[in-house]
């Protein structure tokens, strides 16, 4: 059973880091594409960044030069690293992987709430 935690979310005042942990203990990471979504109140669910079993990586517009994703192969854990954020980045953010073999299983994280404010 694939299971995804979340957690170092909280408040942070605007132009300052966040760095989100996803400990995923059930993924054998070279099968899986890993990536961060977020859901701001009322609206849709977006993609944030994604890293493929290769390590290459891809960012939303709203992401790039400001968020860098990673993975800990032995530990066992993906994190977003944010940077110089913004109030717009308020969101509650997913941690979720997607099984590249048979059948392309999908697992999402519980969400932790991130709130950018002064």
């Known amino acids: 059973q694939v299971q995804l935690v979340e957690s170092g979310g909280g408040l942070v005042k605007p132009g300052g880091p966040l760095r989100l942990p996803c400990a995923a203990p059930?993924?054998?990471?070279?099968?899986?594409?890993m990536r961060w979504y977020r859901q701001a109140p009322g609206k849709e669910r977006e993609v944030v960044a994604g890293i493929s079993p290769d390590s290459s990586t891809n960012f939303a517009d709203s992401a790039k030069s400001r968020f860098t994703i990673s993975k800990d192969n032995i530990k066992n854990t993906e994190s977003l690293q944010m940077n110089s954020l913004k109030v717009e980045d308020t969101a509650v953010y997913y941690c979720y992987a997607r099984y590249l073999g048979y059948g392309a299983l999908a697992y999402w994280g519980q969400g932790t709430q991130d709130t950018v404010s002064s």
């Open positions: 059930g993924i054998v990471f070279r099968d899986y594409t």
